[in-house]
Antibody
Framework: EVQLVESGGGLIQPGESLRLSCAAS????????MSWVRQAPGKGLEWVST???????YYADSVKGRFTISRDNPKNTLFLQMNSLRVEDTAFYYC????????????????WGQGTLVTVSS | SYQLTQDPAVSVALGQTVRITCQGD??????ASWYQQKSGQAPILVIY???NRPSGIPDRFSGSSSGDTASLTITGAQAEDEADYYC??????????FGGGTKLTVL
């Protein structure tokens, strides 16, 4: 059974840093595409970042230069390092497995964690 | 990058058929996927690669596309289908994107 368990969320002040973790079981994070998706309270889903198995990384413009996605292969864990946090980064952060199919024409998130809440407030 | 546009809210009578649409230029190149999110829960995948259902998703859920528009159809909507639905795809730069979501009410 696939499980993705996020941790590391909490209350933090603007300008500070936080690192989120996503512990995976039933999948191998180094062999899959892995992503972070966030959702501000009462708002829609927003893609944050993707890490390809080969190491390529992608970021939404809203977090580029501030957030870094990475993984620890032996621990089978995905991370999101978040620096220079802003009030507008307040959201539930979900870890998700990102799949590709149909000769690169289909991309979708087939497994999701339960999320961790990050609140940025003074 | 382009945007994915969804109607904010749709309603359907119990047992009837409803279609939720997602429009975006990039859907001419990349297939859409669809997610159901119930209040207080994480999203779940209900349709991927335009018209494929993951294991465990009822066959009343189906997907289709035409041109720049993808559709999620629920045939015979049930009370438990009341949720927010999001479409998702990617752009040519590798970025993923979501539609704004459609709140489905089952009357």
């Amino acid at each position: 059974e696939v499980q993705l368990v996020e941790s590391g969320g909490g209350l933090i002040q603007p300008g500070e840093s936080l690192r989120l973790s996503c512990a995976a079981s039933g999948i191998t994070v180094s062999s899959d595409y892995m992503s972070w998706v966030r959702q501000a309270p009462g708002k829609g889903l927003e893609w944050v970042s993707t890490l390809y198995a080969g190491g390529d990384t992608y970021y939404a413009d809203s977090v580029k230069g501030r957030f870094t996605i990475s993984r620890d292969n032996p621990k089978n864990t995905l991370f999101l390092q978040m620096n220079s946090l802003r009030v507008e980064d307040t959201a539930f952060y979900y870890c998700a497995r990102d799949r590709m199919g149909v000769a690169g024409r289909a991309y979708y998130f087939d497994r999701w964690g339960q999320g961790t809440l990050v609140t940025v407030s003074s | 990058s382009y945007q994915l546009t969804q109607d904010p809210a749709v309603s359907v009578a119990l047992g009837q058929t409803v279609r939720i649409t997602c429009q975006g230029d990039g859907l001419r190149s990349y297939y859409a996927s669809w997610y159901q999110q119930k209040s207080g829960q994480a999203p779940i995948l209900v349709i991927y690669a335009r018209d494929n259902r993951p294991s465990g998703i009822p066959d009343r859920f189906s997907g289709s596309s035409s041109g720049d528009t993808a559709s999620l159809t629920i045939t015979g909507a049930q009370a438990e289908d009341e949720a927010d639905y999001y479409c998702n795809s990617r752009d040519i730069s590798g970025n993923r994107l979501f539609g704004g979501g459609t709140k489905l009410t089952v009357l």
